[in-house]
């Protein structure tokens, strides 16, 4: 089955959990995971291919939440 077959009958239609429709909003923080991995589309780090760039950490990574 390809990604471009209709999908057969019987196949979970259920909305997408909270968790999963939380990661397609826009980023307001980082989403990164504890051990600093992020898989995020709009991750800016991914995007600038950070750390390895400049050694720059996650401009989203703020501290506020922790506050």
């Known amino acids: 089955m390809s ?6 009958k019987g196949l ?6 909270p968790s999963v429709v939380e990661m ?3 980023l307001r923080r980082c989403a990164a995971s504890r051990d600093g991995e992020c898989w995020h589309a709009d991750c800016p780090q991914i995007r600038d291919n950070e ?3 400049t050694g ?3 401009p ?3 501290g ?3 506050a």
Not at 3 to 8: E, L, Q
């Open 3 to 8: 990604p471009y077959d209709p999908r057969p």
């Open 12 to 17: 979970n239609t259920d909305p997408a959990p």
């Open 24 to 26: 397609l909003k826009p």
């Open 51 to 53: 750390p390895k760039a």
């Open 56 to 58: 720059r950490h996650c």
């Open 60 to 62: 989203l990574d703020t």
């Open 64 to 66: 506020d939440e922790n």
